[in-house]
């Protein structure tokens, strides 16, 4: 688990430093649970940075945003989740 924090703290901390050179972005739905259904973004940038080019992939919701991991199993709908958790919460 501190190997996957310490991940994302170094590419969020390289993203501060580097260049978006290309974006996509794809519509995705959660499937089942609590919020089956409910539409969100999968944001695929192309950094270029001063150690090389790297790709970050990001949950967009309603102008929220998580850095996931696109390879790792379920970990992008996770952090959907949550996000959406996050948005209802500030909400009421």
């Known amino acids: 688990m501190s190997l996957r924090i310490i991940a994302i703290t170094a ?7 580097a260049t978006i050179s290309e974006e996509t972005r ?3 739905v959660l499937e089942g649970g609590f919020y089956g259904g409910e539409r969100y973004e999968l944001r695929t940038r192309l ?7 790297y790709s970050q992939t990001s949950v967009v919701y309603r102008g929220l945003a998580r ?13 959907a989740r949550n996000l959406i958790d996050e948005y209802n919460e500030t909400r009421f």
């Open 67 to 79: 850095t996931c991991i696109l390879d790792s199993p379920n970990d992008c709908e996770l952090k």
């Open 47 to 53: 950094l270029e940075g001063p150690n090389g080019t």
């Open 26 to 28: 794809t519509p995705a």
């Open 11 to 17: 590419t969020v901390m390289l993203s501060a430093c």
